[in-house]
DNA sequence: AAAAGGTCCAACCGCGGCGAG
DNA sequence: ACTCGCCGCGGTTGGACCTTT
């Protein structure tokens, strides 16, 4: 059995309120991203650091876009899903402002169903979690790699081909399907 | 008007990878 | 080479809100 990651007793859940928001961006604003075990406790919060990451990245980021997808956005995750499978973190990337639990739920609750009614299995092209991190690896957040795609969907048949190349200095990477 | 069912989204959980020691 | 702790990820859940009956 691992470890919890922090102490639960004595920590709040669930809901945060307007003050422990306000305490948070507060101190990541004074000192901040990073050591996120540390910050709970340096910003004053009862929180578990990893409750302190997800609610800074998913809701309270200054950079973050809310509201609706645009097509243009919904075009673009249809195409990463389908070249990427179940990446959302890596889908998130390519569109500035959205979090990935944000395009994740966005899929679960409406892109889904858009495929489904048009007789395509949206799980079809899943990669399995096993290879996630030689892409994730390649990919760093401020050297976004260029993105190419090719995407076949006339009627609605599995004909992608996509390709990330990144021109860094790190390894290239490369990614067919 | 109210109960039941459905939808959506914020938040939690547990796992795997990586780096430090 | 190995262990341990941290971080980031994807999957799942709880509950607030909305729609239908």
């Not at 920590?11 to 990073?34: F, M, P, V």
């Not at 979090?99 to 092209?125: F, R």
């Not at 390709?163 to 860094?168: G, K, L, Q, R, Y």
């Amino acid at each position: 059995m691992r470890k919890p990651c922090c102490d639960k007793n004595g920590t709040n859940k669930g809901a945060w309120s307007k003050q422990e928001d306000q305490k948070l961006i507060d101190y990541i604003r004074k000192h901040g991203e990073g050591n996120w075990r540390f910050i709970p406790k340096a910003a004053g919060l009862l929180r578990c650091g990893k409750s302190c990451r997800l609610r800074w990245i998913n809701y309270l980021r200054p950079d973050l876009k809310r509201g609706n997808f645009g097509e243009d956005e919904e075009d673009l995750i249809f195409k990463l899903h389908h070249l990427l499978g179940n990446r959302w973190s890596l889908i998130a990337g390519r569109l500035p402002g959205r979090t990935d639990n944000e395009v994740k739920n966005y899929w679960n609750s409406h892109l889904k169903k858009k495929l489904i009614s048009k007789g395509i299995d949206p799980n079809k092209h899943r990669v399995a979690r096993r290879q996630r991190t030689s892409i994730v690896h390649a990919h760093q957040p401020s050297t976004l790699p260029d993105l190419n795609l090719t995407l076949g969907t006339s009627n609605g048949a599995a004909a992608a081909q996509g390709s990330i190349e990144a021109d860094h200095p790190s390894p290239t990477l490369r990614l067919f399907i």
